[in-house]
């Protein structure tokens, strides 16, 4: 079973809004992932988690904000996002942070729209 | 350079037919290597993992170059249902802790009937 799941599927929210993304794998893998994804482009690195530690933030605004609550759960929070912001937000995970060729799986993304 | 190049095509090969597509990367510290696939609106699903030796799944082939630093992928006998983005994705680091991935921007596939 390699299921990471992604709550909610679709999300549209004013710039004013406050709300949080949820990712969830019960694989036992260690480390947890955010990317971002714009339309027509590859999926862009933004958070790594690692032993439910922040290992990677990559320069990513403060608007966004990850939370990694336990092994097996990833939140990433919203405010104050800027249209810009609409994307597809991708969770992924792997197994072994520092295993090498550590194969990551992704969910099925949260696409976001920000009006 | 820029870090992972992938000819976006589109690619239109008939049913049947064999594809390839190539990948390069300008980390020459890069350990892992990776095929995906995507379809529209949906999320990348992993294809192959791409190892020094090569490896092979069915009707899809991998293969890594180190020295020339690129990767690719081969699709026999392909069908409708290959009709697909495909994404090359490589580590960012040469191991040790949780490494994000840097992605190609993908070559897109039309298997024509």
């Known amino acids: 079973d390699t299921e990471v799941t992604q709550t909610p599927k679709h999300l549209v929210m004013g710039m004013t809004n406050k709300k949080s993304l949820k990712c969830e794998q019960h694989?036992?893998?260690?480390?947890m992932y955010w990317y971002k994804q714009k339309a027509k482009k590859p999926p862009e690195l933004m958070f790594v988690?690692?032993?439910?530690?922040?290992?990677i933030n990559e320069s990513v605004p403060s608007r966004f904000s990850p939370e990694c609550p336990n092994s097996s759960l990833l939140n990433l929070h919203l405010h104050a996002l800027q249209p810009e912001d609409s994307a597809l937000y991708l969770c992924?995970?792997?197994?072994?942070?520092?295993?090498?060729?550590?194969?990551?799986?992704f969910g099925p993304g949260t696409r976001l729209t920000v009006l | 350079r820029k870090e992972v190049e992938q000819d976006p095509g589109p690619f239109n090969v008939p049913e049947g037919a064999t594809v390839a597509f190539n990948c390069t990367y300008s980390?020459?510290?890069?350990?892992?290597f990776f095929w995906y696939r995507q379809d529209c609106r949906k999320e990348p699903k992993l294809l192959m993992s791409?190892?020094?030796s090569g490896n092979e799944d069915g009707r899809f082939t991998a293969q890594l170059n180190r020295a020339s630093q690129y990767i690719s992928l081969l699709i026999r006998d392909s069908k409708l249902s290959d009709s697909a983005t495909y994404l090359c994705?490589?580590?960012?680091?040469?191991?040790?802790?949780?490494?994000?991935?840097?992605f190609g921007k993908g070559t897109h596939l039309i298997i024509q009937p």
């Open positions: 992924a995970s792997s197994q072994d942070p520092g295993g090498g060729a550590d194969t990551q799986y």
């Open positions: 988690y690692s032993y439910e530690k922040l290992s």
């Open positions: 694989m036992g893998h260690r480390a």
């Open positions: 980390n020459s510290a890069s350990q892992s």
């Open positions: 994705a490589v580590n960012r680091w040469a191991g040790g802790g949780a490494d994000g991935l840097t």
């Open positions: 791409v190892y020094s």
